[in-house]
Nanobody, 124 residues
Framework: QVQLVESGGGLVQAGGSLRLSCAAS????????MGWFRQAPGKEREFVAA????????YYADSVKGRFSISRDIAKNTVYLQMNSLKPEDTAVYYC?????????????????WGQGTQVTVSS
């Protein structure tokens, strides 16, 4: 069974940085799509970034391009989301997602597995 455990969330001032981690277990992830989504109170869960585990192709939402960076550590089975120049509108619960297909996806329904989420709060 695939397990995804997020960590690294917290409270940060606007302009600050955080790095989220997603520890994946239960499978060999060499041909998986991995993604980060977020959900703010009263809003739909939205795509943030994705990475193709096998070759490292990346894809970002327009709202985070140039500020966020997704990466993976193959040896640690961990995906990261480095978030810089944070804004109050980045406040949300951030979720890690995985799917056993070797591509990058930006739609929620494309992902079969989800973590429990980690809260990110950006104060103004």
């Amino acid at each position: 069974q695939v397990q995804l455990v997020e960590s690294g969330g917290g409270l940060v001032q606007a302009g600050g940085s955080l790095r989220l981690s997603c520890a994946a277990s239960g499978r060999t992830f060499s041909n998986y799509a991995m993604g980060w989504f977020r959900q703010a109170p009263g809003k739909e869960r939205e795509f943030v970034a994705a990475i193709r585990w096998s070759v490292g192709n990346r894809y970002y939402a327009d709202s985070v391009k140039g500020r966020f960076s997704i990466s993976r550590d193959i040896a640690k089975n961990t995906v990261y989301l480095q978030m810089n120049s944070l804004k109050p509108e980045d406040t949300a619960v951030y979720y890690c997602a995985a799917d056993p297909r070797d591509w990058v996806y930006n739609q929620r329904y494309e992902y079969a597995y989800w973590g429990q989420g980690t809260q990110v709060t950006v104060s103004s």
